[in-house]
């Protein structure tokens, strides 16, 4: 079942108005619905005071202040269809908007000028067309820079740099304990880790902007992650990334450059995520 996560506030007229629409469209198209009260939560409340009401559709932000009732349905029976996986790849690219004769006109010349090229063309729509279309139904935001170094300890008292995984892809992690988004991705990151274990060229990393080691011992009470955790004490690393809200992940190549970065949780675990990292890798 997909979930919808919704943070906002007693006495909140625009979050009574996102109830209404979720509950208008929760008659239609059935899910769960997970209201937070942020100001039950100091963490929460500083982290979405000013940006609620807050809609997570599936793991991913998807409306901030108003939700828009089209929108929401079309996430919601995007989200059935990839949890379905009966998603064509290449749907989002037109977005169901209706099709003029000039369009049609235009698309049959064109069309007919691209048939001779077709099979040339078939390594074209795999790495362009399809890759684009995958990232946007992650919802990633493409970026280009070089990721900021550093060096923090793990649980052991051992000091790991960024520049331990040079040459590999890395997954780089912000989150806290505190953060309910990003304790309900954890699973789902420790299954993104034991499917790509044997990747040499992949690392999964991590950074908790947690107050200590206490929290974060006691949220894993011992049990492996099958990645790095490492601590970010008063997130100095996190500012360095430009992260504004938990959980933010980053993706950095094998120059150390940061190629991409997801705003909110996810599910790491997912056809969709898992097919975007083996992408990278190969």
Not at 125 to 135: I, Y
Not at 231 to 242: F, I, L, N, Q
């Given at each position: ?15 009574d ?23 039950r ?75 001779g ?21 992650l ?20 000091t ?23 304790r ?79 705003v ?15 992408r990278?890798?190969?």
């Amino acid at each position: 079942m997909i979930q919808v996560e919704l943070y906002g506030k007693a006495d909140c007229p625009l979050c009574d108005d996102a109830k209404a629409v979720l509950a208008k469209v929760r008659a239609q198209l059935p899910f769960d619905l997970v209201e937070v009260d942020i100001e039950r939560d100091a963490k929460l409340f500083e982290q979405f005071k000013d940006d609620i009401p807050v809609v997570y559709v599936d793991g991913r932000k998807a409306f901030k202040y108003r939700i828009d009732e089209a929108a929401l349905i079309r996430r919601l029976e995007r989200a059935r269809a990839f949890e379905m996986g009966t998603l064509d790849p290449r749907a989002t690219l037109t977005r169901g908007r209706p099709v003029g004769r000039k369009t049609k006109v235009i698309f049959s010349i064109v069309a007919g000028a691209a048939i001779g090229g077709v099979f040339a063309n078939k390594a074209y729509q795999r790495t362009v067309v399809e890759r684009q279309a995958e990232l946007e139904s992650l919802d990633v935001e493409a970026e280009s820079f070089p990721a900021p170094p550093f060096s923090l300890v793990d649980e052991q008292g051992r000091t790991r740099s960024l520049a331990d995984y040079k040459g590999k892809v890395v997954l780089l992690n912000f989150w806290a304990t505190w953060c309910p988004p990003c304790r309900q991705e954890v699973p789902s990151m420790r299954q993104l880790a034991a499917r790509l274990k044997d990747r040499r060229d992949f690392a999964m990393v991590a950074l908790s902007v947690d107050e200590g080691w206490g929290p974060i011992r006691e949220f894993f009470r011992g049990e492996p992650t099958g990645y790095d955790v490492l601590w970010d004490p008063e997130g100095r690393v996190s500012r360095a990334y430009g992260t504004s809200k938990y959980p933010e992940s980053y993706v950095i190549d094998r120059s150390g450059r940061v190629i991409a970065k997801f705003v909110g949780p996810r599910e790491w675990d997912a056809p969709a995520s898992l097919h975007y990292f083996e992408r990278l890798l190969d």
